[in-house]
């Protein structure tokens, strides 16, 4: 399966771009992890829950996703049930942080994927700020509507 993965430009210089000057390997290895992650299923270890964002109601729509990562001393959660997950999908779930790798999946081309934003600690509380939310969910349709 061909996987496309790129860096979203209009939001690089605000939303990604910072976070690679704390973390300079990253850049690269985030590129990589992602794409073999959606083209195999093949987890990351500082990969984790990924589903979409449901809030603001408005921004259902967009094809906005998230991961939560294991980032510099942001990490997992222990979670009791992970302890006794034997299968990779019940793992991932319960693998959660307060850091998150937002993205973009295409709409016509579903194997084409933008990278938006790496929300650091707070994630969940940068995801409150709806106006923040609708600005990368207009990231995300654009993204996705692109041939």
Not at 81 to 98: G, I, L, P
Request: hydrophobic share 35%; glycine share 4%.
């Amino acid at each position: 399966m061909h996987i496309t993965v790129d860096y979203n430009r209009d939001s690089y210089g605000y939303y990604l771009s910072p976070v690679f000057v704390q973390f300079p390997s990253l850049e690269k290895t985030l590129l990589e992890d992602f794409k073999l992650y959606k083209a195999t299923g093949k987890l990351p270890d500082y990969f984790g829950r990924d589903t979409a964002y449901d809030r603001p109601n408005d921004i259902q729509d967009s094809g906005l996703w998230h991961i939560h990562l294991s980032l510099g001393n942001d990490k997992f959660k222990v979670n009791p049930k992970s302890r006794t997950a034997t299968d990779q999908k019940t793992m991932q779930w319960n693998r959660t942080s307060d850091t998150a790798l937002v993205y973009a999946k295409g709409l016509l081309d579903e194997n084409s994927y933008s990278l938006i934003a790496v929300f650091t600690p707070s994630a969940h509380n940068k995801a409150k700020d709806y106006d923040r939310m609708r600005i990368l969910a207009e990231y995300a349709r654009k993204f996705s509507m692109q041939i």
